[in-house]
């Protein structure tokens, strides 16, 4: 599958490269095409790499793993056209880092992930990922124990295209969390803060959310 990932942060190359791994045509997208992070990942992994517009251009599928509060800008950036009717990842989380430590910003859509789809109607966001590390992100091993990732989408189709991805990354169907649509999302983009101070309070990376039920 050709697949754009948008963001050239520690986020952005760690899922890229686990793609390429899977034997996806990658492209890696930054605001510039000269960008010396993706230029240098393009060297490494095979992948290729180019302005937000020419990694959207003919990708089948798209990764927002930029900040969540600049992914409207780089998604404009993109272009409308270049998004229609494709399906969008967004990985991403609205931090604004401040002196006093991360704080989340939540735009008035109520989510990153809605704030997107109002802006690209015709694209099809899903959110998912948001809640982990990275490094969860491509290989849930990671953590033991049972945990889980969570899908949020107005469109069923393009969240099961979604949970096929994930299952590639190594999670298993039983992990996989479908909570509903797009406004759902608001609901997982502030379990970043939570990670953020669990990952601090036990001194590991290594961390995820288990749901228990009855």
């Known amino acids: ?16 490269s686990k793609l390429v791994e899977l034997g996806h045509a990658v492209t890696l997208g930054s605001r510039t095409a000269d960008n010396a992070a993706a230029s240098e990942w393009a060297r490494e992994t ?53 002196s ?23 694209a099809r966001v899903v959110k998912t990922l948001n809640t982990m590390n990275n490094k969860t992100m491509v290989d849930p091993s990671r953590v033991p124990g049972p945990h889980n990732v ?13 949970a096929g991805l994930l299952r590639s990354f190594g999670w298993g169907s039983e992990q996989i969390i479908d909570l509903g649509d797009l406004s ?20 590991t990376e290594n961390i995820n959310l288990a749901v228990r039920h009855d």
Do not use: C, Y
């Open 100 to 122: 006093g430590g991360p704080k989340l910003v939540i735009p008035e859509a109520g989510s990153v992930a809605e704030e997107l789809q109002r802006a690209f109607p015709e």
């Open 184 to 203: 759902t999302a608001r609901s997982t983009e502030p379990l970043v803060m939570l990670w953020i101070n669990l990952s601090r309070t036990f001194g």
């Open 150 to 162: 969570f899908l949020s989408g107005d469109d069923a189709t393009a969240k099961a295209d979604v």
């Open 1 to 16: 599958m050709k697949i754009a990932v948008f963001g050239t942060g520690e986020v952005g190359r760690r899922l890229a």
């Open 46 to 98: 095979g992948g290729a790499h180019g302005t937000f517009a020419d990694a959207a251009a003919d990708a089948e599928l798209i990764v927002n793993a930029t900040a969540g509060t600049a992914s409207v800008a780089a998604l404009t950036a993109a272009g409308a056209a270049n998004l229609s009717g494709k399906v969008i990842i967004d990985v991403s989380n609205g931090l604004e880092f401040t």
